[in-house]
């Protein structure tokens, strides 16, 4: 890299000597015309191989593969076309699919309450709870059955709660899914297989 920085200074050098010499012949200019026009042939002639040397510092350099020189970077920096900038393209974000809701619908106080699978239902102890309904889009609703885990409803509909009012109070402890006999799942089934389960939070 040394070597092409030397060449570089010895070209600016040559080019400074023939624009000096320009600078003398119009001075002499003024005292014999024709060493004028002999100093300005030579000092252009310099000017010249100045330029082209350090044109050729720089063709040597580029087949190096090193960074060409100052001069020759802000050449090609005001030669080069400047290119346009691309427009980031906008991402574009597509909409979710409708999901079509599987809820577990109970009453609590005359306001249904919908539930989704691992939700919780946190309803003071002692409060009615009405099983109201269970949505599995398109399953027929006498395919499913909605049980709360803990409650003995009608003894004929094995698992099946749904349009019972369930006093809180009343559930069986030992179904309850901790030791502290508060929590409580409600089930929705088709068959044998449970779709989704909820649970019901007993408060005190």
């Known amino acids: 890299q040394m070597e092409f920085e030397i060449g570089y200074l010895l070209a600016l050098l040559v080019v400074g000597m023939g624009v000096l010499g320009i600078i003398l012949a119009l001075a002499i200019n003024e005292i014999n015309r024709s060493k004028f026009i002999i100093s300005l042939i030579l000092s252009i ?13 720089g063709l040597y350099q ?13 050449l090609l920096r005001i030669c ?7 427009i980031p393209e906008k991402e574009v974000v ?4 409708n999901v079509p ?3 577990i619908i109970v009453n609590v106080e005359g306001k249904n309450i919908f539930l989704k699978d691992q939700e919780h239902l946190k309803i003071k102890k002692g409060k009615k709870l009405k099983i109201v309904d269970g949505i599995l889009p398109g ?5 499913i059955r909605v049980n709360l885990v803990g409650f003995i409803g009608n003894p004929k509909l094995e698992g099946e709660d749904r349009g019972c009012e369930i006093d809180t109070s009343l559930l069986l402890k030992r179904y309850a899914v901790n030791k502290e006999g508060t929590c409580y799942k409600i089930e929705m089934l088709k068959g044998k297989e449970v779709v989704i389960t909820a649970y019901v939070d007993l408060i005190e």
Do not use: C, F, M
């Not at 580029?62 to 802000?74: M, V």
């Open 45 to 57: 002639i310099i000017l010249a191989l100045g330029g082209y040397y350090y044109h050729l510092v």
């Open 62 to 74: 580029s087949k190096a593969g090193k960074t060409t020189g100052p001069l020759n970077q802000a």
């Open 80 to 86: 080069r076309p400047k290119l346009a900038r691309p």
């Open 94 to 97: 597509l909409p979710e699919p």
């Open 101 to 103: 809701a599987i809820d």
């Open 139 to 143: 399953v027929e609703k006498n395919l």
